[in-house]
């Protein structure tokens, strides 16, 4: 019979953490990211980023959080509808949240001096108004571009402060070039944040056709013992699901 895992002291249990809804993924990192951590989701355009932090804080919703996915890169309609395509469907989902840049600019003139600041104000009140246990920004590279930022170590620092106070568990979207091998813009994300969890896209060649496959891997999770191997994932109906080979 299979020896219960002993679960090193201090390490969250399951019911700490949010599944990542990767079959096979949450197995191999104790269960989850672990409640009011802020995670880096990091990887090239189109390796899902945006579809697997929709489908943990989806996910997160229907187990009763309160769920908010601030989408500074697309509209809610096309974000909605793109996830309704992959089996992702939020109709009748009360406590999942989707709020888009159109909807943030109407309560943040774009001409405030400190518009970082504002958006930390702005996601104060939506926490206080309709809870906020679960807070998706995507992406960090949208919201860098609505910001001028001086000095990033300081100002970074503060801004994932305020993020931390929000008291939420906090999927930071990152895009990286294929080449990156810095998981945020300004090299300092990956110390401010608790967990990385990278999504990378490689090519694979077989017989006359190059194929490009999505792989998964945990860089980072503290008071986690993770596995550290990428593995390559699969869409399925309404969620994704491992390959082990
Ligand atoms: N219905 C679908 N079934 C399977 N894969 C899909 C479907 N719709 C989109 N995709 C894949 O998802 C990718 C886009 O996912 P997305 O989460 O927007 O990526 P990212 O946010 O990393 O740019 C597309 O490039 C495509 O490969
Ligand atoms: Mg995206």
Not at 67 to 73: A, D, G, K, R, T
Not at 142 to 161: D, G, H, K, M, W
Request: proline share 4%; hydrophobic share 40%.
């Amino acid at each position: 019979m299979a020896q219960p895992r002993i679960r090193p002291v201090g390490e969250p249990r399951p019911d700490d953490r949010f599944r990542t809804c990767i079959a096979g993924l949450d197995e191999r990192m104790g269960g989850g990211i672990p409640k009011g951590f802020l995670t880096l989701l990091a990887g090239p355009v189109g390796s899902m980023k945006s579809s697997v932090a929709y489908s943990i804080a989806l996910h997160a919703a229907r187990g009763g959080a309160r769920s908010l996915y601030l989408s500074l890169e697309q509209e809610t309609e096309g974000l909605l509808a793109q996830m309704r395509s992959l089996g992702f469907d939020a109709t009748g989902v009360r406590s999942m949240h989707v709020v888009d840049l159109a909807s943030v600019r109407k309560d943040i003139a774009d001409d405030r001096a400190d518009w970082l600041d504002a958006l930390c104000v702005l996601l104060e009140r939506y926490r206080t108004e309709r809870g906020c246990d679960l807070l998706v920004l995507d992406s960090l590279d949208a919201l860098y571009s609505l910001v001028t930022i001086r000095n990033p170590r300081r100002e970074l620092f503060a801004f994932f402060q305020r993020l931390r106070g929000l008291g939420a568990t906090v999927l930071l979207i990152s895009e990286m070039a294929m080449d990156d091998r810095s998981f945020g813009k300004y090299g300092v994300e990956e110390f401010l944040s608790d967990g990385i969890v990278h999504l990378r896209l490689k090519e694979v060649e077989a017989a006359q056709v190059t194929s490009v496959r999505k792989y998964v891997g945990i860089v980072k999770m503290r008071r986690t013992r993770h596995d550290s191997d990428y593995h390559p994932f699969l869409v399925t109906p309404g969620g994704f699901e491992l390959v082990l080979e």
